[in-house]
């Protein structure tokens, strides 16, 4: 198939579709020039995983890691939702049932206009208090620009990120949305993820387990290329909105 081509099987399973889900990771916001993780010049390039997305690294060292957070939301503040976005959130308009299950913490979809994401792995724009889980105010985050941790101005407990760091469990409600969205769907679209941090991954595979057809748009091939239907290579920003558009014309 030549490159970022989609079959017809794709666009005539999509335009009949009652139920559709979609998964995303970092790859999709690329294009708005977001680092991912894995690529080069990704995010843990620098750092590992090990080192900064969990809470021993945070108690150990809480500036490193809330300035990293600091920095990683100034990059999403300043980036734009990029034409794979908007394509979703114009996919979500045409279909009955549709369901966007993202890893990302950037906010793009939402402000590209997605109304029904799960957000499996929290929100970078959420922070809260440790020890008694209020939400932190700006004022209380300034404190992070002239280096000293931020503190909750209640009970002085550290202030964290609202996103989920490994080993830690996702939230309940949106793991059970995304598996019941995986298992009722017709297609399933994994687009933008190495498919390699769990139970995320696992989740287009659920869906084909449950008869869906199963699409991957990456640029490279990813861990579960081998076991989804179609493979598109190419980028989300690209195949996206020519996919939708066939889509829609088929639609009409
Ligand atoms: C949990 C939020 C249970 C924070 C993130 C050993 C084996 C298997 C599993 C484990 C294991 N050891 C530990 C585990 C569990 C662990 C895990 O899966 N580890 C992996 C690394 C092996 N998982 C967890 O810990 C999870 N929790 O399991 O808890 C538990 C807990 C307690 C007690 C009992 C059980 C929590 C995981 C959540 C971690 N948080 N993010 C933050 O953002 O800082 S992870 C983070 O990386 C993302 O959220 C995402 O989920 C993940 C992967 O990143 P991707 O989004 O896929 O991005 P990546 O850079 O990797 O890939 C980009 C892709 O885009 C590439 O394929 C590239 O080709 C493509 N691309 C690039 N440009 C484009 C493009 N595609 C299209 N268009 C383009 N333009
Ligand atoms: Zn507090």
């Known amino acids: 198939m030549p490159e970022s081509a989609f079959s017809d099987t794709l666009v005539s399973r999509l335009a009949r579709a009652r139920r559709i889900a979609v998964l995303t990771g970092a790859g999709i916001s690329a294009e708005s020039g977001i680092p991912t993780f894995r690529d080069p010049g990704g995010l843990?390039?620098?750092?590992?995983?090990?080192?900064?997305?969990?809470?021993?690294?945070?108690?150990?060292?809480?500036?490193?890691?809330?300035?990293w957070y600091t920095h990683r939301r100034s990059i999403a503040a300043e980036t734009q939702p990029n034409p794979g976005h908007y394509a979703?959130?114009?996919?979500?308009a045409i279909v009955p049932g549709f369901t966007l299950i993202t890893q990302n913490v950037d906010n793009l979809h939402l402000r590209a206009g997605s109304r029904n994401v799960v957000e499996l792995h929290g929100n970078i724009t959420h922070n809260?208090?440790?020890d008694?889980?209020?939400e932190a105010t700006e004022e209380e985050m300034h404190a992070i620009a002239v280096g000293e941790p931020a503190r909750c101005g209640d009970c002085s407990g550290y202030i964290r990120p609202g996103v989920v760091w490994f080993g830690e469990m996702l939230p309940e409600e949106a793991v059970d949305e995304a598996y019941e969205a995986a298992r009722d769907a017709e297609v399933?679209?994994?687009?933008?993820?190495?498919?390699?941090?769990?139970?995320a991954a696992g989740i287009p595979l659920l869906a084909k387990e449950h008869g869906a057809y199963v699409a991957e748009i990456n640029t490279e091939r990813s861990a579960i290329a081998d076991e989804v239907d179609e493979v598109i290579l190419g980028p989300s920003g690209d195949v996206l909105p020519r996919l939708i558009e066939a889509v829609r014309a088929l639609k009409r």
């Open 44 to 67: 843990w390039q620098q750092f590992k995983p090990e080192e900064l997305a969990n809470i021993r690294a945070f108690l150990r060292n809480p500036v490193l890691v809330q300035g």
């Open 88 to 92: 979703l959130a114009k996919l979500e």
């Open 128 to 130: 809260y208090c440790i």
């Open 132 to 134: 008694c889980q209020k």
């Open 188 to 199: 399933f679209l994994s687009i933008g993820t190495s498919a390699v941090v769990y139970p």
